[in-house]
């Protein structure tokens, strides 16, 4: 008698057999949208390079914030886009400032939905890096020390608005550390913190620099950003992250880094998220916009990816459409 082959295409005969025994669900409850917030009234402004995505004022944030809500996404993460720009980035701690202003709305508005803020400079400063710099030589550096002390203010004043969770995204040493004093002195011991612990420096980075006007000006971010070689690294930056009072660490870019994200998950006890960043989500649009690729389902086969990998937060500008694509 010869013994039958193997036959692993017994499981996938039918759409509910492969439904029960995916080993990977993604739903809306593991994502978070990120959203543009800028002053003004009424404004709903394209960005050219993110087919789909808008900077909006806090009005239309309101509206769009509440369907997010509707369909089932637990959080919004809100980068602001001031009017004016300045060497400190003085608006991001300013107290009425675009993101206090827009958490408040937010939180009056829909108080169960998780408010995080991004806390960066690179917004708000007119040269465009994410924090203070200083002369060296001919050139000039990010100033590490400098920039702790806006990121403790920047804090406290998210938190005040109401923030539930503050998200340093400056690669700044010392800075998960520095935000939670800061936080825990002022009363704010509840608000989290998620942060950019492994943020690569990267290409696909950039449509968010034209959604959020903050191209650098000179030079570019390689002495605070890690270098897109180095996993081991990422190790001691979560280690430190974790150490100095970090609630969720986050690995960005996601996809050219899922296995960073998978070691990050394996060592660590904390959540883990992972940012699917604007020029993962642009590639997918452009392809998608030119018939090459079908991009919803692109979209929803990295999501799954990431998550496969070992995200247990997904912050994403396809959020929305995704969450639609989901089904139970
Ligand atoms: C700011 C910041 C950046 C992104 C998130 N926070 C840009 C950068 O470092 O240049 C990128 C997000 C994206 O590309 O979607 N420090």
């Known amino acids: 008698m010869t013994f039958p082959i193997s036959r692993p295409r017994r499981l996938r005969k039918s759409a509910s057999l492969r439904r029960l025994l995916r080993e990977t669900r993604i739903s809306p409850a593991s994502l978070v949208e990120p959203f543009f917030v800028c002053p003004g009234k009424n404004v709903r402004q394209p960005i050219s390079a993110m087919p789909g995505i808008c900077r909006f004022s806090v009005d239309h944030l309101l509206r769009e914030a509440r369907e997010s809500h509707r369909l089932g996404i637990p959080a919004v993460l809100l980068f602001g886009v001031p009017r004016e720009k300045d060497p400190l980035g003085k608006e991001a701690y300013a107290r009425d400032g675009i993101v206090p ?137 979560a280690a430190l992250d974790v150490k100095e009072g970090a609630d969720i660490v986050m690995v960005k870019p996601a996809l050219a880094y899922l296995d960073v994200l998978r070691l990050l998950k394996d060592r660590f006890s904390v959540p883990v998220a992972a940012y699917n960043v604007s020029g993962e989500y642009s590639m997918i649009k452009a392809a998608a916009a030119k018939g090459w690729i079908d991009g919803a389902a692109a979209a929803l086969e990295v999501l799954t990816s990431i998550k496969r990998a070992g995200a247990d937060v997904i912050v994403t500008y396809h959020a929305r459409e995704a969450a639609r694509g989901m089904k139970p």
């Open 101 to 237: 202003t827009a958490v408040r709305a937010l939180k009056d508005a829909l108080p169960d939905l998780t408010v995080i803020t991004d806390l960066c400079f690179c917004e708000y400063t007119d040269h465009g890096h994410c924090g203070v710099v200083k002369k060296s030589g001919r050139s000039f550096v990010l100033d590490n020390d400098a920039t702790l002390d806006l990121m403790a203010r920047t804090a406290v004043v998210q938190a005040d608005a109401g923030a539930d969770g503050v998200a340093p995204s400056g690669m700044i040493d010392g800075g998960v550390r520095t935000i939670r004093r800061a936080l825990d002195e002022d009363g704010k011991k509840d608000t989290f913190l998620l942060a950019y612990t492994a943020k690569y420096a990267s290409a696909f980075y950039g449509p968010f620099r034209e959604a959020a006007a903050s191209a650098p000006l000179f030079g570019d971010r390689r002495t605070y950003q890690m270098d897109p070689a180095n996993a081991r690294e990422a190790l001691r930056e």
